[in-house]
Each structure stands twice: as structure tokens, then as C-alpha cells.
T-cell receptor, first 115, second 116 residues
Framework: NAGVMQNPRHLVRRRGQEARLRCSPM?????VYWYRQLPEEGLKFMVY????????ESGMPKERFSAEFPKEGPSILRIQQVVRGDSAAYFC?????????????FGSGTRLTVV | AQTVTQSQPEMSVQEAETVTLSCTYD???????LFWYKQPPSRQMILVIR??????QNATENRFSVNFQKAAKSFSLKISDSQLGDTAMYFC?????????????FGTGTRLQVTL
């Protein structure tokens, strides 16, 4: 079991470009969560998806950010027209069910740097 | 909304000693889970220990144990016989058990340094 796979591990984008972050959940997990960690801060919830559905996007910025989890393939977090303030580590986590009592399994994150 | 507070930004402990990390939370929920996660320099988030709010018995995992005080909304982590590999950021987190929401709410973390 390969765990939660995130790629790329590091991503550098110029201001105004698009960033696409990928997350492949653990085998058998149909629930995916995205979190953002700003430097020296804790993780902040962004969005919760179940296959083909967005369940909770209350933590997503209203503009430029979107997420999907298609029937086939990885979950994608997309940031359009990136700005310096988007620089952060983005973590994906997965679970086999909602309210998983053993917590989620996290990936190693993608560190986005906007220059 | 839930909030999680970790009031110790940094702590240091000598190898083989015991250290306690503090965490308090605020919620109106009665049914929830609490977690401690470790984040070493590799950035990987690793689950250390979990507690179900309806259980009075404090959780224990090898050298890690918690002191869960539900009335006080306190959830501290005790690390016994500290090892150099315990050096990491430690995050306390809350998850409610009701409704469809399944998100974790994290504290701001405590950076633990284990020294020789």
C-alpha cells in the first residue's frame, strides 16, 4: 500500500501562472481532504471531496482556487493566477470513510513557491 | 466553530526525560475525537495518538500518553523517555463526530527539540 501520494513535492511558479497539485489517495479511500500550511502555522482546512463530489469547501478562497476528485484519476487542487501569498505547503489526506476515527492518512505535501 | 490552542510555541527536553505539551480546545460539541500529530523536518504528518471524547480512560501508545480533561477541554501530550527522533513539530487536532463535516481543526503547533 503506497500511502497517499502527492506530486510534485516542490513547485515553483511565477506570479500569474497556474499551479496544479495532484493527490492520489490510499487504495480503498474515497474521501480526500486538502489542507494548507503557511510558514510557522498549523494546517488549515480547505476542501473535502468524495468521488466526483465536493462535500465541504468552506475553507477554500472564493476566487482562483478550485478542487476536483474525478471518478478516475487523482484529486487536483488548482490555483489560477498565483500570487506571493499562495506560497505554502499544501497537504492532501485521505480516509476510507467520513469522520474516520483513526484520523486521516496524510501525504508528504507539495511546497508551492511563488516568485 | 471549533478552536484549538497550543500555548507553547517551543519546548526543549533532554534525551530520556519526560515532557508534556499542552493543548486546549473550545467546542459546543459533546461527541468528538482529539488527535496529536507529529511533523518532523521531512514534513510528513504522522498520527501519534488519538482520544475519543466519550471514553474517560486516557489513551496510551508506548511512550506517548495523553491527559484528557473533558470538562476543562484540555488534551495534553506526555512523551516519556524522550528520544532524539522525537524532535519535530507537534500539532493537536479536533474532529467532531456529527453531521457530514469531517475536517480536522489544528492548533498552531509546538516545536519540540530533544537534546543530548
Amino acid at each position: 500500500n503506497a500511502g497517499v501520494m502527492q506530486n510534485p513535492r516542490h513547485l515553483v511558479r511565477r506570479r500569474g501562472q497556474e499551479a496544479r497539485l495532484r493527490c492520489s489517495p490510499m487504495k480503498g479511500h474515497s474521501h480526500v481532504y486538502w489542507y494548507r500550511q503557511l510558514p510557522e502555522e498549523g494546517l488549515k482546512f480547505m476542501v473535502y471531496l468524495q468521488k466526483e463530489n465536493i462535500i465541504d469547501e468552506s475553507g477554500m478562497p472564493k476566487e482562483r482556487f478550485s478542487a476536483e476528485f474525478p471518478k478516475e484519476g487523482p484529486s487536483i487542487l488548482r490555483i489560477q493566477q498565483v500570487v506571493r501569498g499562495d506560497s505554502a505547503a499544501y497537504f492532501c489526506a485521505s480516509s476510507p470513510q467520513a469522520m474516520e476515527p483513526y484520523g486521516y492518512t496524510f501525504g508528504s505535501g507539495t511546497r508551492l513557491t511563488v516568485v | 466553530a471549533q478552536t484549538v490552542t497550543q500555548s507553547q510555541p517551543e519546548m526543549s527536553v533532554q534525551e530520556a526525560e519526560t515532557v508534556t505539551l499542552s493543548c486546549t480546545y473550545d467546542t459546543s460539541e459533546s461527541n468528538y475525537y482529539l488527535f496529536w500529530y507529529k511533523q518532523p523536518p521531512s514534513r510528513q504528518m504522522i498520527l501519534v495518538i488519538r482520544q475519543e471524547a466519550y471514553k474517560q480512560q486516557n489513551a496510551t501508545e508506548n511512550r506517548f500518553s495523553v491527559n484528557f480533561q473533558k470538562a476543562a477541554k484540555s488534551f495534553s501530550l506526555k512523551i516519556s523517555d524522550s528520544q532524539l527522533g522525537d524532535t519535530a513539530m507537534y500539532f493537536c487536532a479536533f474532529m467532531k463526530r456529527t453531521g457530514t463535516a469531517s475536517k480536522l481543526t489544528f492548533g498552531t503547533g509546538t516545536r519540540l527539540q530533544v537534546t543530548l
